[in-house]
């Protein structure tokens, strides 16, 4: 870290793929250097070499250049492939999640981060995680537009309302870092941000250990679904039940009235407590109420994060795994289908980030 107070010439590089990010950096720059030189320096000695008027003042008829024509359509084109291509490597490792890792919730609210511990530990404007870990981040807005921005970790990505995104890191170095909001959202703006503390896996566990506080975010679901919103009135089973059913959905296709079909991801769990009479199951009656305005964007998290785990699925893991000891018993089913969830929701709001 900076200890000193004038702003550091190049940030910190703490994530496993904050070198591809500089190098791709480099790289334009020097292509940049590489095109201009000789731009400006062609400007001065033609301005110098032309500067008799009456001389150049008819120039001599060119006929074209094929040889010339041709060199210069494909250089420029092998080097904005070369562009390409690095862009397309640094923009899929960052963005395509692992598999395995630690999952974290993420809230922005003007103005504000609130983030959430998979093992239940809540903070705000402040994320500790184990250094050498993958990091999955699962993202959405209270309110506005917010992007969450970790300079060191060379990772930023919007948080958009009404839907998820999703970011990962792997931190390679224990230390303090900025988190900031990097999307204008209003009057405190600037100062909607914290710090990234990346411990060593012993200062962390100990840390997770120190600050247990409450409901996992499946329980939280769980309790939600069963107690406080009533959910499972409808849609626990038995002779009682009127409700979609649940269990197993997760990844899957489902079949609407009408008959089209829709794969059960985050963004069609999250829709359909919001706005439940836009897609119903084949088989079922439009009769659920809406959600909308009684429930907030953590407790919906939470709530999806339950209704995954009915289906074995935790976390943002793009494959299903064994159900945990907290939710409720059923059969994991493989499903190629889950794959797909991540790549959705990634690719728009992915391609928003590079804009800014
Ligand atoms: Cu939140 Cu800017």
Known sequence: ???????PFWPDAASSFAW???YLYIYLILVSVAFSIPIVVAIFVFGIKFHEKEKYATPDEIHGSIVLETVWSIIPFMVSMTIFLGGAIVYYNQYRLPDDGMNVYVVGKQWMWKMQHETGQR????????VGTNIKITMTTEDV????????????IDAV???YTY????????????????EYCGLNHSGMGGYVY???KDDFAAWQSGNVSGQTPIEQGRDLFENKLGCASCHAGGPQQRGAKLEGIFGHDVKLVGGQTVLADEAYIRDSILNPGAKIVEGYQPIMPTFKGQVTEEQLLSLVAYI??????TGTTTTPAAAPATAKPVAPTASPAANRTNGNANAPAGGSNVNK
Not at 1 to 7: E, L, P, R, V, Y
Not at 308 to 313: D, M
């Open 308 to 313: 995954k785990s009915l289906s074995g699925v």
């Open 123 to 130: 903070e705000i404007n402040e994320l500790h995680v184990p």
């Open 20 to 22: 591809q990010v500089d």
């Open 1 to 7: 870290m900076q200890t000193t107070s004038w702003i």
């Open 198 to 200: 990346v411990m060593e």
């Open 145 to 156: 537009l917010h992007s969450f921005f970790i300079p060191a970790f060379r990772t930023k």
């Open 167 to 182: 970011l990962w890191f792997n931190a390679t170095k224990p230390g303090k870092y900025h988190l900031f909001c990097a």
């Open 161 to 163: 309302p009404g839907r």
